[in-house]
């Protein structure tokens, strides 16, 4: 089939090819959405509540920074089949039936991180968990949003609230477990409680959320693995390659700069490292609004503006690298999560477009995994910092989002038709 041909019409729209999912009795209108949006804040707040944290167990199992960082490589890989698995599961038996299970093993991920305080192997346990959780719950939980959205006549909001749902997730966790730590008694505990409460809160929202999707029993779920999608032109040559700048953009401003600057923090490192995450999450989210106003198909804009403030980050990222200035450093992240925050609209947006319905959560799955690839970047970029100035390394980073920018932009300029002739949005 032609590229892009196939935009997504409301997932509660009977069709006669559905395929592996059929619609669930109509949802009532009105926010609904809402309390599917809970369970996706819980699962992120527990992703990124052990940001903040990073410099105590830095200091508490005498690691390295390079080791640090690479608490995130098992985070991403759970996330990968959590996500590839967790989509198509929810695509063919229905979201709820995914998100109470994911809410679960979001717990049990926060809970291996409690036991592992003293030791890096539960540490390490506790963040391949919270990968797996995150990969199912972001991929079901943002089609759910996406279709109680439609269903309430908001389709065009699905990629906006997702990612709302998500900033909010990953800069309230970090913000209220930074403080517990800085403060509180006992912070490798005390530091995880309010994510197991706000997880209860979210299960209890999920009894109530009206469900989408019912299961076809006739269907294969292979059927659902296979999303033919991912062939399309514009999702190879425009999305993929976007891909990894969404959370490229939050790895080096939460998970590389701080420690950069952390021998010039005084009195509250934890607070500082929470509060840089709080920002890049914070400005992820204020900028969608802009995001919606700078989106105007059938012209790349969006995209084109998004990866050029990821360069624009990039560039402050290496100047507080260089003056080891932790004022730098804050304002990087709140260049860095406008780039995260448009680079993710952007993406979803041309996600949902492609996706035809009995695929959307399988095709966001795939987006999101490599998203989240992005992710391990601060890992590389320590490595390589330890025989190359850091400024340099990141300089080198922005050159990289400067390419992707003049790639990406360029395909996305090539317009496409349906075949009644209309032209597809970019």
Same mark, same amino acid.
């Given at each position: 089939m032609?590229?892009?041909?196939?935009?997504?019409?409301?997932?509660?729209?009977?069709?006669?090819?559905?395929?592996?999912?059929?619609?669930?009795?109509?949802?009532?209108p009105?926010?609904?959405?809402?309390?599917?949006?809970?369970?996706?804040?819980?699962?992120?707040?527990?992703?990124?509540?052990?940001?903040?944290?990073?410099?105590?167990?830095?200091?508490?199992?005498?690691?390295s920074?390079?080791?640090?960082?690479a608490?995130?490589?098992?985070?991403?890989?759970?996330?990968?089949p959590?996500?590839?698995?967790?989509?198509?599961?929810?695509?063919?038996?229905?979201?709820?039936?995914?998100?109470?299970?994911?809410?679960?093993?979001?717990?049990?991920?926060?809970?291996?991180?409690i036991?592992?305080?003293?030791?890096?192997?539960?540490?390490?346990?506790?963040? $391949?968990?919270?990968?797996?959780?995150?990969?199912?719950?972001?991929s079901?939980?943002g089609?759910?949003?996406?279709?109680?959205?439609?269903?309430?006549?908001?389709?065009?909001?699905?990629?906006?609230?997702?990612t709302?749902?998500?900033?909010?997730g990953?800069?309230?966790?970090?913000?209220?477990?930074?403080? $517990?730590?800085?403060?509180?008694?006992?912070?490798?505990?005390?530091?995880?409680?309010?994510?197991?409460?706000?997880?209860?809160?979210?299960?209890?929202?999920?009894?109530?959320?009206?469900?989408?999707?019912t299961?076809?029993?006739?269907t294969?779920?292979?059927?659902?693995l296979?999303?033919?999608?991912?062939?399309?032109?514009?999702?190879?040559?425009?999305?993929?390659?976007?891909?990894?700048?969404?959370?490229?953009?939050?790895?080096?401003?939460?998970?590389?700069?701080?420690?950069l600057?952390?021998?010039?923090?005084?009195g509250?490192?934890?607070?500082?490292?929470?509060?840089?995450?709080?920002?890049?999450?914070?400005?992820?989210?204020?900028?969608?609004?802009?995001?919606?106003?700078?989106?105007?198909?059938?012209?790349?804009?969006?995209?084109g503006?998004?990866l050029?403030?990821?360069?624009?980050?990039m560039?402050v990222?290496?100047?507080?690298?260089?003056?080891?200035?932790?004022a730098?450093?804050?304002?990087?992240?709140? %260049?860095?999560?406008?780039?995260?925050?448009?680079c993710?609209?952007?993406?979803?947006t041309?996600?949902?477009?492609l996706?035809?319905?009995?695929?959307?959560?399988?095709?966001?799955?795939?987006?999101?995994?490599v998203?989240?690839?992005?992710?391990?970047?601060?890992?590389?970029?320590?490595?390589?910092?330890?025989?190359?100035?850091?400024?340099?390394v990141?300089?080198? %980073?922005?050159?990289?989002?400067?390419?992707?920018?003049?790639?990406?932009?360029?395909?996305?300029?090539?317009?496409?038709?349906?075949?009644?002739?209309?032209?597809?949005?970019?």
């Open positions: 032609n590229e892009n041909t196939r935009i997504a019409t409301s997932p509660v729209t009977p069709r006669a090819e559905r395929g592996p999912a059929v619609p669930a009795a109509a949802p009532r009105g926010r609904a959405w809402l309390r599917a949006a809970v369970p996706v804040v819980a699962i992120g707040w527990g992703a990124q509540q052990f940001t903040p944290l990073l410099l105590l167990y830095q200091a508490r199992l005498h690691l920074a390079t080791t640090v960082q608490t995130f490589v098992p985070y991403v890989i759970g996330l990968i959590g996500l590839m698995f967790g989509g198509p599961c929810s695509d063919r038996f229905g979201r709820r039936k995914v998100m109470l299970p994911t809410v679960v093993l979001s717990v049990l991920g926060t809970v291996l991180l036991v592992g305080a003293n030791g890096l192997g539960f540490t390490l346990a506790g963040r $391949l968990v919270s990968g797996m959780a995150s990969g199912a719950g972001f079901c939980g089609a759910w949003i996406k279709e109680l959205s439609a269903s309430s006549g908001d389709t065009d909001h699905g990629p906006r609230r997702l709302v749902s998500m900033g909010i990953f800069g309230l966790g970090p913000l209220v477990a930074g403080v $517990l730590a800085q403060w509180a008694p006992d912070p490798t505990l005390i530091a995880y409680l309010p994510h197991l409460l706000i997880c209860a809160a979210a299960f209890a929202c999920l009894l109530t959320v009206p469900e989408t999707l299961p076809s029993p006739g294969s779920f292979l059927r659902n296979r999303i033919h999608e991912v062939r399309e032109r514009r999702f190879v040559t425009v999305v993929l390659p976007l891909a990894p700048w969404v959370f490229i953009a939050v790895a080096v401003a939460v998970g590389y700069l701080p420690g600057v952390a021998h010039q923090i005084s509250d490192p934890l607070m500082f490292s929470a509060l840089v995450v709080v920002a890049n999450a914070g400005a992820g989210i204020f900028v969608q609004p802009l995001a919606r106003r700078l989106h105007t198909p059938p012209t790349p804009r969006l995209l503006w998004a050029a403030i990821v360069v624009g980050g560039l990222a290496a100047l507080a690298a260089w003056l080891h200035q932790p730098l450093v804050l304002v990087a992240s709140l %260049v860095l999560g406008a780039g995260y925050g448009c993710q609209f952007y993406g979803l041309q996600v949902q477009q996706a035809s319905p009995e695929h959307l959560a399988g095709l966001t799955a795939t987006y999101q995994a998203t989240y690839v992005g992710m391990m970047a601060s890992y590389p970029l320590a490595a390589i910092g330890s025989v190359v100035p850091a400024p340099a990141l300089l080198g %980073v922005a050159v990289l989002a400067a390419l992707t920018l003049a790639w990406t932009t360029r395909a996305a300029a090539v317009r496409t038709t349906s075949p009644s002739g209309a032209s597809l949005p970019a």
